[in-house]
């Protein structure tokens, strides 16, 4: 066995992972009932236990009150450093003077053996089995010589919690000190330093409780108590046990978070605890048994009574206690309380640990309350300088609009300078190429011919790309004379709707012109009104979905105090997004993805629509609404223009020509 338990702690990856392989082996080499290893500090304390038995895996146990630690401490409670195995045959008639516990009545025979190394107890190996047993000399020998390698690989574990334990603090403090850094909300930084302190010290509940003072604050270290509030903050878990439920709560709260403590409050007189953790100053309150605390004769963890204790600690149902005052400069701000549902031998390096964090709290308890005092000074200071800063606040607001409109302009001038290169190069380069080939002298008529039509169609696109732009120019400059006349607006759209319509057969597109069987005169610009109509078209001929339908419908709405004449078209194809919509009429603006989808243009057709509306005193909107029955879209453009411009009358388009 000796060898065998040696190759685990060879082989092993880290001492916990080979206490549970021990523990295995000592068991099932003894025929044991129950096996335990109880890990112990330097003062006897039980930090840890490993479990064993036949019928399920070695398990680790932090502060459990387990049977075995019962019985190691029934067994070695008269022995100090006993160094030879301890075997009791049977163990109820071996402790006479001594009451089994209930847990403990199935266990017969007993056989234990401490551990050392380096000279120092660091646990205890209990051998068990339910049946009275009689331990041979061979048996005692085997355990004592199991006890070596068990007390290295305690010894590891040791050293890796310390380390493990030293990293995981680190980062918590870390991480807290990065919150308070960072002005997080108090309430938050109570929240998260109780909930990783239950954590990191598997404990049941962590609170944190402020003192309100009803006169001036007192220094800690006095006998005086003060006339003080203590009101709970801060809980994790944010219920309670149900061991411990709360019995002050306004009921109002109650339906909110049964069971919770949170924002209940008591006297500092009302509880003895708390005047206890008071005149302690920076040290805390530190109970690991309520009951055996009633009785210690060490006045710094004793109490006189468990009768004078606030409801929110309950010693009956958490009867382990650390009470860590949170102090600054002398003055008592509130307390840090870590409780636990069983006993627990609180560590030193657990309680240092506990008084770091609670001096961070400290410290975020006094910035929270500085900035709240700065903020108060802050807000009366900038109330009595409101009336001075209106001015400058008006020059601010006219600044920044001048830098947003320069912004625009910077915006408007980068896509004028993308979009009007683009469509000046492509027509040049594939004018460049046509003439290249036609200089081939061996070139065939008909690819000259090509090649000629290349240039026509791209020379023409250049002329339309400049047209535009000289027409814009021209609408913005107010330079372009309006020259209305008599025009049969139905008769316009019956010619253009005919022209367009051999355009729309690429893609299968259908125009469906819907008017009235009556004229519809307006007396405006002819020339301006069909190159909206141009524009609007073209528009929906490039968006509209494949195989889908144009539909175009002009009416006249005769209404006071301005006669109008409506036009819609409408198209089923891509969508037109709620962000880009008051900007789809702006010069060089393009919908997302037309440039991927390769769809010519430059941007300005909408452009000059509404620009030659307005020309005409009339106005143009768009709308985009989704499909119930596909994921297409319906964009309708809506032109709207008087039926008189400028001094005409109404009564004259009434009149017939002579």
């Not at 316009?492 to 012109?513: E, G, H, M, Y």
């Amino acid at each position: 066995m000796r060898q065998k338990l040696a190759q685990i702690l060879l082989t092993s990856d880290t001492g916990q992972s080979a206490l549970l392989e021990l523990i295995k082996v000592i068991g099932e080499t003894f025929s044991a009932d129950y096996c335990a290893i109880a890990l112990e500090t330097p003062d006897q304390a039980i930090n840890q236990t490993v479990c064993w038995t036949p019928q399920g895996q070695a398990s680790f146990y932090r502060y459990q009150p387990v049977p075995f630690t019962a019985l190691r401490k029934q067994i070695f409670q008269e022995i100090s450093d006993y160094p030879q195995p301890v075997a009791f045959t049977d163990i109820q008639p071996g402790l006479p003077d001594h009451p089994i516990p209930p847990e403990l009545q199935k266990i017969k025979a007993v056989l234990a053996q401490k551990t050392h190394f380096q000279g120092r107890t660091n646990g205890v190996i209990m051998v068990m089995r339910s049946q009275p047993h009689q331990w041979t000399q061979e048996e005692m020998q085997r355990l004592e010589t199991a006890s070596d390698q068990v007390a290295i690989a305690i010894s590891q574990t040791q050293l890796e919690r310390q380390v493990q334990q030293q990293v995981r603090y680190q980062a918590f403090t870390d991480q807290l000190t990065k919150a308070i850094r960072n002005a997080w909300d108090l309430y938050e930084i109570f929240q998260l330093a109780t909930a990783r302190l239950v954590t990191a010290l598997q404990v049941s509940r962590g609170t944190v409780l402020l003192l309100k003072y009803s006169d001036r604050p007192l220094k800690s270290r006095t006998s005086q108590i003060p006339k003080a509030k203590i009101t709970v903050v801060c809980e994790s878990p944010r219920a309670c046990d149900r061991l411990n439920p709360a019995t002050h709560i306004p009921e109002p709260t109650i339906g909110l978070a049964t069971g919770t403590w949170l924002n209940t409050s008591f006297t500092l007189s009302d509880c003895q605890l708390c005047q206890q953790a008071f005149t302690n100053g920076t040290e805390p309150v530190v109970i690991p048994n309520f009951a055996d605390a009633l009785s210690s004769p060490t006045p710094a963890n004793s109490i006189s009574t468990a009768t004078n204790i606030a409801p929110l600690l309950n010693p009956e149902a958490m009867p382990a206690l650390v009470l860590m005052p949170l102090e600054n400069q002398g003055t008592v701000l509130g307390y840090l309380a870590l409780q636990h549902l069983q006993s627990c031998p609180w560590q030193p390096e657990d309680i240092a640990f506990v008084k770091l964090v609670a001096a961070q709290l400290s410290t975020a308890i006094i910035q929270a309350r500085t900035l709240r005092q700065v903020q108060a000074l802050v807000e009366e200071r900038t109330t009595q300088l409101q009336r001075s800063l209106e001015v400058q606040a008006k020059l601010y607001e006219k600044t920044r609009q001048q830098v947003k409109q320069l912004r625009r302009l910077h915006q408007i001038r980068e896509e004028f300078l993308s979009t009007v290169s683009h469509e000046l190069r492509t027509p040049l380069t594939s004018m460049t190429l046509a003439i290249r080939m036609l200089r081939q002298a061996d070139l065939s008529p008909e690819r000259q011919a090509k090649y000629l039509d290349i240039l026509e169609q791209q020379c023409a696109q250049e002329t339309n790309l400049i047209n535009d732009l000289l027409a814009l120019q021209k609408l913005e400059s107010n330079s372009t004379p309006v020259q209305p006349q008599r025009t049969d607006f139905r008769d316009l759209i019956q010619d253009l709707a005919q022209s367009f319509r051999a355009n729309l057969t690429s893609k299968n597109l259908t125009l469906v012109v819907n008017l009235p069987s009556q004229p519809l005169p307006v007396h405006t610009d002819p020339a301006s009104l069909n190159r909206i109509l141009v524009e609007l078209l073209t528009n929906a001929e490039k968006y509209a979905d494949y195989g889908s339908s144009i539909h175009l419908s002009a009416y006249r709405e005769l209404s006071y105090p301005e006669n109008q004449l409506i036009l819609k078209l409408s198209n089923v194809g891509a969508a037109i997004s709620p962000e880009e919509l008051p900007f789809i009429f702006d010069k060089f603006r393009r919908g997302q993805g037309v440039t991927q989808k390769a769809v010519q243009g430059t941007g300005l057709g909408l452009a000059l629509a509404k620009g030659l509306a307005e020309h005409l005193n009339g106005t143009i909107a768009v709308s985009s609404r989704p499909l119930e029955q596909n994921q297409s879209w319906e964009t309708c453009f809506t032109l709207t223009l008087p039926l008189v411009h400028g001094n005409s009358t109404y009564s004259d388009l009434d009149r017939t020509p002579s």
